[in-house]
């Protein structure tokens, strides 16, 4: 995956999930985050269900946690290990969002 791919993927993730997660904390939605833009969302979501003693909102909080594990990875990463990594975040990104539903 070249450069170029790898931006559009990044952009596409927080396109696609972005909403969904200012929403659940009561902020914007923000417009073209940058990757770290975007996992600092994902990072308060996370820390906002960190402090929730409801299991399912737990689990959301841990997969949250492994997302912005595989989007950082993916920033720090060969360019061979990206899409690999930044699908894996996807799932967790979603998981994430099925368990707080």
Excluded: K, W
């Amino acid at each position: 995956m070249d450069t170029q791919t790898h931006a559009h993927t990044f952009t596409a993730l927080a396109a696609c999930f972005s909403a969904d997660l200012a929403t659940f904390i009561a902020e914007d939605t923000p417009q073209d985050p940058s990757p770290a833009d975007f996992i600092d969302l994902i990072d308060r979501v996370r820390n906002v269900l960190g402090s929730a003693s409801l299991g399912n909102l737990q689990e959301a909080e841990e997969e949250l946690d492994a997302a912005t594990t595989y989007l950082t990875d993916a920033l720090n990463s060969a360019e061979d290990d990206q899409a690999t990594l930044l699908a894996h975040a996807r799932t967790h990104l979603r998981n994430a969002l099925e368990a707080i539903n």
